[in-house]
C-alpha cells in the first residue's frame, strides 16, 4: 500500500498540522487544545465529573487527570468533592475561564475556517460525517 492511501498516516499528518496552528491560536489566551476540550465541556455542561468529561472527548482517565491538574494550577477549574457522594470530585469552570471564553470561541470558529478554507460545503459537511463515523466505529 502506497503511503498517501494509508489512513493512519492521513489522518495522523492532518491532525498535527490543524493541532499546530490551533495550538498557536489558543497560546495567547494560556489554553491547549485539550484544555480547550475541557473548557468547552464545562461551559456548556456546568458541573461535571472527570470521567464524565472524559467520555465526551475521548480520552482516558489519566489523561484526563493529568489535564484537569494543569487547568487548576492554571485557575482555569475547580474541583469539589461531590455533596451527594464524597468519593466523587465534580469540576467547574472558574470565572478566569469564562472571562477568555468568547476569545477561544473565536479562535476556534477562525482555526476552522483556515483548516476548510478550500473546501465546499459539501465536501465539509462530508468530511465531519466522516470523521464522526471513524470516531464512533468500534475496532
Not at 10 to 19: G, P, R
Not at 43 to 51: C, R, V
Not at 70 to 80: T, V
Not at 88 to 98: G, I, M, R
Amino acid at each position: 500500500m502506497e503511503l498517501k492511501d494509508c489512513m493512519n498516516f492521513l489522518l495522523s499528518v492532518s491532525q498535527n498540522k490543524v493541532f499546530k496552528y490551533f495550538s498557536k491560536l489558543l497560546e495567547v489566551h494560556g489554553v491547549t487544545p485539550a484544555q480547550y476540550g475541557v473548557l468547552d465541556c464545562l461551559w456548556k455542561e456546568g458541573q461535571l465529573s472527570p470521567k464524565q468529561i472524559g467520555a465526551m472527548v475521548y480520552l482516558e482517565a489519566p489523561t484526563i487527570s493529568g489535564i484537569l491538574d494543569k487547568m487548576q494550577k492554571a485557575n482555569l477549574i475547580d474541583r469539589s468533592v461531590d455533596p451527594n457522594n464524597r468519593r466523587n470530585v465534580l469540576v467547574t469552570a472558574t470565572p478566569k475561564s469564562y472571562e477568555i471564553r468568547e476569545k477561544v470561541e473565536a479562535a476556534t470558529s477562525d482555526m476552522n475556517n483556515k483548516v476548510l478554507q478550500n473546501l465546499t460545503d459539501k465536501e465539509k459537511d462530508g468530511l465531519k460525517k466522516a470523521l464522526e463515523t471513524i470516531i464512533k466505529a468500534d475496532f
